[in-house]
């Protein structure tokens, strides 16, 4: 059998394929606690404070001021990226804000993309998410070489299979994140340079 580490690292798997396979071989979130990447600051704990780049217009409606609960449908397309708030760094943070705006310039046609928030949670927030007694979140730790704060959500295979339990955990993670929301430049000037 392998370990949490050779799931995420060696399989061969990604998105929501990985996710799967992590619920198959490790269910009820089990590899939580446990080292998932080999840049790893260390398992993802409940008091920690984890942020979501709001990418504007994909993320955010300007017209009525409101983050969309849309904005996390990658949770159930591939897996919802965090940033683990203590390990991030400014230029980590700063990066990963160019990256996203990059990508989408390299679409056809190109999208204008713009970051000017983040929003916010504790990580034990994110995980106390149930639907009929069943907890529906996991964040893992998924520290990637030139991003060791980054984090993943992931969810169960059956939510990833049934249309009406997506729809249920992206409103539950849209509640829980998007009222807490941050301008860029506030946050990342509180970040380790």
């Known amino acids: ?22 619920d198959e071989l490790f269910p ?14 260390g398992p993802v704990e409940d008091d920690e404070q984890v942020a979501f780049i ?3 217009p ?28 203590a390990y991030a760094t400014s230029e980590q943070v700063n ?15 190109p999208q204008s993309r713009l970051v000017n928030e983040v929003c916010t ?4 927030d994110l995980r106390q998410t149930k639907e009929a007694g069943q907890r529906l979140l996991g964040v893992y730790d998924t520290a990637l070489e030139n991003i060791s704060s980054h984090a993943s959500v992931f969810t169960r295979t059956d939510v990833l299979e049934d249309r009406k ?3 249920i955990v992206r409103n539950r993670i849209h509640a829980l994140l998007s009222p807490n929301r941050k301008p860029f430049g506030e946050f990342t000037a509180n970040l380790a340079a």
């Open 28 to 41: 009820a979130f089990a590899c939580e606690m446990r080292v998932c990447s080999p840049y790893s600051p």
């Open 165 to 167: 339990l997506r729809k």
């Open 121 to 124: 949670s504790r990580v034990g």
């Open 95 to 109: 990066r990963q804000r160019d990256e996203l705006i990059q990508r989408g310039r390299e679409r056809i046609p």
């Open 54 to 56: 709001l990418i504007d």
């Open 58 to 85: 994909l993320h955010y409606d300007s017209v009525r001021d409101v983050v969309v609960p849309e904005a996390f449908q990658e949770l159930t397309n591939r897996d919802l990226s965090l940033l683990r708030v």
């Open 1 to 22: 059998m392998i370990n949490c580490l050779e799931c995420f690292c060696e399989s061969g798997f990604s998105g929501r394929e990985l996710q799967k396979l992590v």
